[in-house]
């Protein structure tokens, strides 16, 4: 019977959690297409992964303030955050952005994740 | 040397091979000439190994850049220090590293085991000798190979990642593999136990020191993992529960909860196949860790490079899963329990309901982990959970398996008798309700720090009525003073007051953790001479000074410092200096993004945690992070503790043979038909 409960509880902790604080992870073409097809995806909190477009990087110190575009290749993205980029944030790295998409069609982004492919090797640079 | 050590390499694997195959025959056959040969293959794999990392050290040890791996990982002006993490600091560097150790282990489990338990050793060499091999081959055919040249010689390295230039990267990635690596002992011990049908009680009694050994390592090994994070990474916490961290986790969790279940059957003779499969799926779950590690399959900010040495484990995953458990299915009918549960209120119940805890966590973290993964394969689209949902499952779950741990130990085997209860639970229960009170009336109302340090003050009383019984007992029996009797009361039985010391740590860490429910963060752009406040949970004021930058070029990087000061509540507490690293190569080169380096003022009650963002536009204002971090010292201060009790268990010898007598008396034997 006490098994029942602690697996009853597990089960439950776990559905619940899942409902509460999951977050879709989309590409920016998922991210365009999901918009056009149901609104309510504006505003709504969700993870992008894309590659930050060269040349885009803005960062304003003084205001902390990051801007800089995303693109999967096909649709690109403007993001605003607030806040100190990681370390491994530059120009052309893969991020995660996580954040809501506005209805002024700007990512405004609660936290950047930069994932840096080679955290843990260095490519030798020829 | 790199020839040399491609051959030693290809001579373990040829080694490794051979004795799987007379491990497994020899053993299944009772041949004994090919029992020995199996047992001095392990040794001589073990030797082949040993003359590779050599030759490897020797190589990076000389700047030999036109090995591939050398060339990538360090350089000239890398500190000695970090030459010698070099070794295991790449992926295929620490292949070797693996399975270097994984034969090491192998030998001393050949060399080490007594007498008694001979009958398993064929078999444990056939296997490690097996998981040995596949290490060896990933790094042939990968191909990985650590000793594979460049078609030309670089001026100098590439460097290693700054982020790994710390102290706690030297020994944290070693102390994991440590544990990981040892999981394979019982593992081998478990399957020898299986394919030799001699399932009594034996097996874990041989594998005792070793499931410990590796529940230690894990331990350190998560434990340095989170002091690296927290000092390193800057983000101003330790745990966040990212996909890596979560599969360093999940062998621990069911490591844990075997050395909790493994008493149940040395005593009642119950939960055989629930210890078995423990141990099986440990294992299994240190090879999925190194798969998700090495695979890049779930995005994690730690991953190595992606390559297809991930899929290699894949592979070998699901091939050794699916022989394992056929092989325990196979076998189930021998292990039927020689007792049945009398009662929900006994230790037995308590342990159990504890192992299904450490289960239920084990499963929720995994399934959180894997939530993208499946979700995707189920409805298409990829959705993540994040913090947020592993502390909304976890926190509850987490605070009822610490009440176990004050539970357990107040309850008699078999079945509790209601004034005996009364008797044991007087005093925990007491303490805390007083330790609530106290919160209470100190004006804490948050309901999971709340009930995390009152559960903490329950389990406290437990350990020290525990400790105060038995001294108290020996006092009158031997008149010992009291301080005596309770170090002679640990000797005597290391087990049991190892495993309470051990209780204390997590205690200790449980509470550091519902510290940070409280930490304060700001952010501010100063010029020399400004200031920002920020309130501590405390209730006092500190106040940070921008005072000056200055830029300066050391070894092999070139430093932008920033001074802060500090004062709380208008006195001064001193200084803090938080850098901005860019690393440079011999011919003074960038190398690697920018790192930064935490200003850390740690102290018993909180931590002053300074990150410095940046300079605005090169002048002298800079950009902080400040974060003040309660209680984060007894984590590490907890972790000591943990490690110091693990230690008293595992010490050799121990135990008054009156102990021993008795545990063996209890230990219920049952010969496989």
């Known amino acids: ?47 992008v992964g894309a590659r930050v477009v060269p040349g885009t990087v803005e960062k304003e110190i003084a205001t902390q303030t990051l801007r800089f575009h995303i693109t999967d290749g096909t649709v690109n993205y403007p993001v605003v955050f607030r806040g100190l980029p990681p370390d491994t944030f530059t120009d052309s790295v893969e991020v995660v952005v996580e954040g809501r998409l506005q209805r002024d069609g700007v990512i405004h982004a609660t936290d950047v994740l930069a994932k840096c492919g080679s955290r843990y090797e260095s490519v030798p640079k020829a | 040397m790199t020839l040399l050590g491609s051959i030693a390499l290809w001579l373990a694997l040829l080694m490794g091979l051979w004795g799987g195959v007379t491990g497994f025959v020899g053993g299944l056959q009772g041949r004994s000439d090919l029992q020995r040969s199996a047992r001095h293959a392990v040794f001589a794999m073990f030797a082949a190994l040993a003359v590779a990392v050599v030759c490897l050290e020797v190589a990076i040890f000389r700047h030999d850049f036109n090995v591939a791996y050398v060339a990538g990982r360090t350089s000239r002006n890398l500190p000695t220090f970090y030459l010698w993490s070099a070794l295991y600091s790449g992926q295929e560097g620490s292949l070797l590293f693996w399975a270097t150790v994984l034969s090491l282990f192998a030998a001393l489990a050949q060399v080490l085991t007594s007498a008694r338990h001979r ?50 990267m030297v020994f944290h990635p070693p102390m994991l593999y440590l544990g990981y690596i040892s999981i394979t002992i019982p593992f081998a011990f478990a399957i020898a136990a299986l394919l030799s049908k001699k399932l009594d ?42 996909p890596v961290e979560n599969v360093a986790l999940l062998p621990w969790l069911t490591m844990t909860a075997f050395l909790h279940s493994v008493m149940i059957q040395e005593k009642r003779g119950m939960l055989k196949k629930w210890n078995l499969a423990l141990i099986l799926g440990s294992w299994l779950l240190s090879i999925f860790g190194t798969f998700i590690t090495r695979s890049g399959v779930i995005a994690s900010v730690h991953s190595f490079t992606q390559s297809n040495v991930g899929y290699f484990f894949l592979v070998f995953l699901l091939f050794a899963g699916a022989a394992t458990v056929v092989l325990y299915a196979n076998r189930l009918p021998l292990l039927e329990a020689e007792t049945t549960l009398e009662s929900m209120v006994s230790r037995e119940a308590s342990f159990l309901f504890n192992n299904l805890l450490f289960l239920g966590i ?45 539970v357990g130990p107040l309850i008699a085997w078999r079945r509790a008798s209601l004034p005996n209860l009364r008797r044991q639970f007087a005093v925990p229960a007491t303490t805390g309700v007083f330790v609530l009170l106290i919160l209470l009336v100190a004006g804490m109302r948050d309901l999971g720090p709340l009930m995390a340090i009152a559960i903490g003050g329950f389990v406290m009383g437990t350990v020290t009525q525990e400790f105060a019984r038995g001294a108290g007992a020996r006092h009158r029996q031997y008149g010992e003073p009291l301080a005596l009797a309770a170090l002679r009361l640990i000797g005597r039985n290391r087990r049991r007051y190892g495993g309470y010391i051990v209780h204390t740590g997590m205690v200790l860490l449980f509470v550091a953790f519902a510290g940070m429910a409280f930490k304060t963060e700001t952010q501010a752009t100063l010029r020399p001479g400004e200031s920002v406040t920020l309130r501590s949970p405390y209730g006092n004021v500190y106040t940070f000074t921008h005072v000056s930058v200055s830029q300066y070029d050391a070894l092999n990087r070139r430093v932008t410092a920033a001074l802060v000061e500090v004062s709380r509540d ?104």
């Open chain 1, 1 to 47: 019977m006490g098994a029942v409960l602690i697996v009853g509880s597990v089960g439950y902790l776990m559905a619940s959690g899942i409902k509460e604080t999951g977050q879709y992870f989309l590409t920016p073409s998922e991210l365009a297409q999901r918009v056009s097809a149901d609104p309510s995806f504006y505003d709504l909190g969700l993870k």
């Open chain 2, 119 to 168: 009958a398993y050793l064929p078999f444990v060499a056939g296997v490690t000798c097996l998981v040995a091999s596949f290490f060896i081959s990933v790094m042939l055919f990968a191909p990985a190979n650590p000793f594979a040249r460049l078609p030309y010689t670089p001026v100098d390295g590439a460097g290693m990642n700054p982020q790994l230039q710390n102290p706690g």
């Open chain 2, 201 to 242: 009680v034996d097996w874990l009694v041989a594998i005792r020191k070793w499931t410990l050994l590796s529940w230690l390592f894990l331990s350190i090994g998560l434990l340095i993992g989170m002091w690296w994070a927290y000092v390193e990474l800057g983000w101003g916490g330790y745990w966040a529960w990212d």
């Open chain 2, 362 to 406: 084990a499963f929720s973290v995994l399934w959180g982990t894997l939530f993208p993964i499946l979700s995707e394969w189920v409805k298409g689209t990829k959705v993540t959970v994040g913090p947020p949902f592993f502390n909304q499952v976890n926190i509850p779950l987490g605070l009822a398996l610490l009440a176990l741990t004050g």
């Open chain 2, 570 to 673: 208008g006195k001064h507490v001193g200084r803090l200096r938080t850098e901005k690293r860019q690393h440079v190569d011999a011919l003074g080169r960038n190398t690697f993004e920018p790192s930064t380096e935490v200003g850390i003022r740690s102290g018993l009650r909180e931590d002053l945690y300074v990150v410095l963002g940046g300079l605005v536009n090169g002048t002298e204002q800079a950009v902080y992070r400040i974060t003040i971090n309660p209680l984060v010292w007894w984590v590490w201060f907890g972790g000591y503790v943990l490690v110091a009790g693990g230690l008293i268990v595992l010490w050799p010898g121990g135990g008054s043979p009156a102990v021993r007598r008795t545990q063996a008396g209890y230990a219920v034997k049952l010969e496989a038909k």
